[in-house]
């Protein structure tokens, strides 16, 4: 943690770092978001975790957004049907193409880079789509199966076991300070 909190104060004075060392991705805020937004794939019915995977960065929509939303039916419609979409195009093609779908039509791309840390959090979503990928396929997983299996390691990574091929990726080390732990 110490590694990430000088890396915080380095990005603070425009300095750009990596750190490198055995963190795991499925303990990352990245990991907690992708797990709010499948659990509204998952299930696109269920209105309090659709909000819950709208608010993430991942989506991007604000407070403000929700409640001009409550005011706007068209656009929680719009929305709503989103989710519908993706659920059934990962019933029916896959969860990596409703993914693909998914990060396009929400233009997260274009969201996390403009953040402070961004090429660090796409990295992180970007590898968290393939071991969910890798762990679907393995394990013959549809989308329950896939989104317990993303639940049951992030708890896991709570109480500290590593898996060294979760361990987070650099997202890029050209002229960067390198921090390791």
Do not use: C
């Amino acid at each position: 943690d110490q590694a990430f909190q000088i890396q915080a104060a380095l990005r603070r004075v425009g300095v750009v770092s990596v750190v490198l060392g055995d963190k795991s991705v499925y303990a990352s805020e990245e990991a907690h978001e992708l797990e709010r937004v499948l659990a509204a794939v998952v299930e696109p019915t269920n209105q309090r975790s659709i909000r819950a995977a709208l608010t993430t960065d991942l989506l991007g929509v604000t407070a403000h957004d929700l409640i001009r939303m409550d005011e706007n039916e068209g656009e929680w419609e719009t929305w709503s049907n989103a989710f519908h979409t993706w659920s059934a195009l990962w019933a029916q093609s896959g969860f990596v193409q409703m993914m693909r779908v998914l990060l396009t039509r929400a233009r997260v791309h274009e969201r996390l880079i403009t953040l402070r840390d961004g090429e660090r959090r796409l990295t992180n979503v970007l590898q968290l789509i393939e071991l969910l990928h890798a762990a679907a396929s393995r394990g013959h997983l549809g989308p329950s199966g896939l989104f317990g299996f993303l639940a049951r390691e992030r708890r896991r990574e709570i109480i500290g076991m590593e898996a060294e091929a979760a361990q987070i990726r650099l997202e890029s080390d050209a002229d960067a300070v390198k921090i390791t732990t």
